[in-house]
Structure formats: structure tokens, C-alpha cells
Nanobody, 115 residues
Framework: QVQLVESGGGLVQPGGSLRLSCAAS????????MAWYRQAPGKQRDLVAI???????NYADSVEGRFTISRDNAKNTVWLQMNSLKPEVTAIYYC?????????WGQGTQVTVSS
């Protein structure tokens, strides 16, 4: 199996920053692409950013230039640095990876942007 454990969420004022972390473990973790998704109340879960093992990245248009995804393959960890936060990014953020045809999700971490 694969376990993904997120941390780093919380309450932040508009314009602030947060850094989310996701640590992967388990015998079936392949070290492949990892991603961050988010789900706001009443909305579908959407892709925020994805990073390949080699470090190639892609972002949702709405976060391009403000969010940065990175990873350390030796530590099996991926981060999401979020800057210039706006209230509309309030959501539960989930870490994701796929391995051997299966999807694996973390438990989610709440990010709330509010004054």
C-alpha cells in the first residue's frame, strides 16, 4: 500500500503564504508523479499542481505564478508553496499519487484564507 500524510494547512489572511507538505510511504510507492488537488465545499476536486519524478511541473491556470510544487525524491516528500493567497483558494487540499494502476490520496489538510 501507499500512505500519504499531509501537513501545513491552516488559517491565513489574504495575501499571506502557506507551505503544505506530503510525505509518502509504503511498499507500493513507486516514486512517480505526485500532485496536489483541492476541493472546496460543494465543488468537485480539482487539480492544483503536479510534478513528475524528474521535476517537470504543471499548474492550474488559477495558481500559476503564485503556487510552486517541489519534491525531494530521497525523502519521498512533495511540497506546495502557496503565496499571495486569496479567499477563493479556501479548500481541503489533498496529496495524490498513482502506483501500479491504483490511486492513492492523503487525508487532506484544510486551507482557509480569511481576514
Amino acid at each position: 500500500q501507499v500512505q500519504l500524510v499531509e501537513s501545513g494547512g491552516g488559517l491565513v489572511q489574504p495575501g499571506g503564504s502557506l507551505r503544505l507538505s506530503c510525505a509518502a510511504s509504503g511498499s507500493r510507492f513507486s516514486g512517480g508523479a505526485m500532485a496536489w488537488y483541492r476541493q472546496a465545499p460543494g465543488k468537485q476536486r480539482d487539480l492544483v499542481a503536479i510534478i513528475t519524478r524528474g521535476g517537470s511541473t504543471n499548474y492550474a491556470d488559477s495558481v500559476e505564478g503564485r503556487f510552486t510544487i517541489s519534491r525531494d525524491n530521497a525523502k519521498n516528500t512533495v511540497w506546495l508553496q502557496m503565496n499571495s493567497l486569496k479567499p477563493e483558494v479556501t479548500a481541503i487540499y489533498y496529496c495524490y499519487t498513482g502506483a501500479f494502476g491504483n490511486d492513492y490520496w492523503g487525508q487532506g489538510t484544510q486551507v482557509t484564507v480569511s481576514s
